[in-house]
């Protein structure tokens, strides 16, 4: 316990999903929080994303381990918005430390298509530069930046059978391949001010976005309508561990470590948390 403690953390995206699991396991680790998110549906996106109810949740469970919480609801793809709630926490929470870029959608599927390319790209890579850029001013020595990334940046070297097709699904893969790039670059601009840059990239994960029918039917294509108990079997193909995902909790795991000083001296890290995912798509290469 404490690895963490007296720190403040931004997180984007925490009304549910991997973004509650970070926010409540750097608090159980003595950080206070602060917490965006949505908390409304985008047409493009053919599954629920988190509720008014879900923050109040997050919040709920953050200040069940005894730390504060200022949780608002914002939108990524507004900088000014993102903004306004960051100043406010750290208004009331004295300062920031950790920045936990955090929201992200996958509109496979979505119509109209290219409004759907629109929404990933403007939420999961232009969300991580704003949420990344808003907290720059506030960030001091012993800063922390971490990016949530995707195996799917991993998957290289394959056959695009119908460019266009689906630019909802293709804006997904583009957008986590781009805020990894930004990161490095990042993590390299801040190094000489002991600020840090770092991704974690989750295989399946055991959230909403894995558990909807877009993504039953990428798992499934060979069904017309499969279910969640169809997909499972389907699952384990991503990783090279027998597993068919990992949970939230093991992302939150290294989220923390790269907050804490335990990992003071770890900067443009790209960290897996795959099951072996890049295993099965990558040779070893220095």
């Not at 920045?99 to 109209?112: C, H, L, N």
């Not at 394959?158 to 689906?166: F, L, M, S």
């Not at 294509?221 to 990783?239: G, I, K, S, V, Y």
Request: hydrophobic share 40%.
């Amino acid at each position: 316990m404490g690895r963490v403690e007296g720190k403040v953390a931004f997180i984007t995206g925490a009304a549910r999903g991997q973004g509650r699991s970070h926010a409540v396991r750097l608090a159980e680790e003595g950080a206070d929080i602060i917490a965006v998110d949505l908390c409304r549906d985008l047409p493009t996106n053919n599954y629920p994303l988190g509720t008014p109810d879900d923050l109040k949740e997050t919040v709920r469970l953050v200040e069940a381990q005894g730390r504060r919480i200022v949780a608002a609801e914002g939108d990524v793809r507004d900088r000014a918005q993102l903004t306004a709630v960051l100043e406010r926490g750290i208004a009331e929470l004295g300062r920031l430390d950790i920045v936990v870029a955090q929201a992200g959608i996958s509109p496979m599927g979505g119509e109209p298509q290219l409004q759907a390319w629109a929404d990933v790209v403007d939420t999961n890579l232009v969300g991580v530069i704003n949420a990344v850029h808003a907290s720059l001013p506030h960030l001091t020595e012993g800063g922390s930046i971490i990016a949530t990334g995707s195996g799917a940046v991993f998957m290289t070297g394959a056959q695009v059978a119908e460019p266009g097709k689906d630019p909802g699904g293709a804006g997904y893969s583009y957008a986590k391949k781009a805020l990894s790039e930004f990161m490095h670059e990042l993590a390299r601009n801040l190094a000489p001010r002991m600020i840090r840059a770092n991704v974690v990239h989750p295989t399946n994960c055991n959230t909403g976005m894995l558990n909807s029918d877009p993504m039953y039917k990428a798992f499934r294509p060979d069904l017309e309508n499969p279910t969640r108990e169809d997909a499972l079997l389907a699952f384990p193909a991503q990783q090279a561990m027998p597993i068919p995902y990992v949970e939230p909790v093991d992302i939150s795991h290294a989220v923390v470590y790269l907050a804490s000083d335990e990992a003071r001296y770890v900067t443009g890290m790209q960290m897996r948390v795959d099951g072996g995912s890049y295993l099965k798509f990558q040779d070893f290469h220095a």
